[in-house]
């Protein structure tokens, strides 16, 4: 076996492994979320309700004032009609103009009052839902945070030891891998079905027999060093 080859072995066993956490960190993160998101949707449907009764509230107080003001003028008509106050046929204009304003806007309040009924009847249901998205964060998130900590803390430590992998390292190798590591931020990939696993270029079938007679390859298109997968696999 290519003593360079040897050397690159236990770094590429590294961040094989590395990624392996990396991907399930991802993952359980993705769950966590996904979890939360749905608690953030079910809560803001209840903020969403809570403004639009404010809103309809806030309408129908509204509509309720001009309806206050229409039946004062109406009022203030017929009362100036019987009184001879003013002209008749221009009184009686303006009372079926008031009228007919004051229909529209008890109309509109009927609308409102609906609404806000319907919303109000409907908050039950967003409040069990919320419920029941927490509910479901607390069952299924439980055991989520401990095994991202666990991730977390393997990703910790292969990020550590990867300094020591690299000491041995010949120097024209070492200033290789400084390059690919601050390019790439991995410096190793395995060949996976005659494609390189990290840019999924195609690799030569004579990179891959030169690689399984321990001799050392580069992907011809990322660049990074590549092994294949029953060569990561940790000695018995």
């Not at 003593?3 to 094989?16: D, G």
């Not at 017929?78 to 002209?87: F, I, V, W, Y």
């Not at 319907?118 to 839902?129: D, N, T």
Request: proline share 4%.
């Amino acid at each position: 076996m290519d003593t360079v080859f040897a050397a690159l072995l236990p770094i590429a066993r590294s961040e094989a492994v590395l990624s392996h956490h990396r991907e399930a960190l991802h993952k359980l993160r993705r769950q966590v979320d996904r979890l939360q998101r749905n608690v953030d949707k079910c809560a803001q449907a209840i903020s969403d309700n809570g403004a639009a009764q404010r809103e309809a509230a806030r309408r129908e107080a509204e509509l309720s004032d001009k309806a206050d003001t229409l039946q004062r003028r109406i009022a203030s008509t017929e009362h100036a009609l019987n009184q001879g106050l003013t002209d008749a046929a221009a009184g009686e204009h303006q009372l079926a103009s008031y009228a007919e304003q004051l229909e529209e806007v008890e109309s509109a309040q009927l609308e409102a009052m609906e609404h806000q009924e319907a919303l109000s009847e409907a908050l039950p249901a967003l409040q069990e839902a919320l419920d029941e998205a927490r509910k479901a964060q607390a069952i299924e998130g439980a055991p989520l945070g401990p095994r991202v900590q666990r991730e977390q803390q393997a990703i910790r430590e292969l990020t550590d030891e990867q300094p020591t992998l690299v000491e041995g390292l010949p120097r024209d190798i070492r200033a290789r891998y400084d390059r690919l590591k601050d390019k790439l931020g991995t410096t190793t990939a395995l060949v996976q079905e005659r494609a390189c696993s990290a840019c999924t270029g195609t690799v030569p079938m004579a990179t891959k027999g030169s690689l399984q007679s321990g001799h050392v390859e580069s992907c011809p298109h990322c660049g990074r060093w590549l092994f294949l997968p029953t060569q990561l696999q940790a000695p018995a």
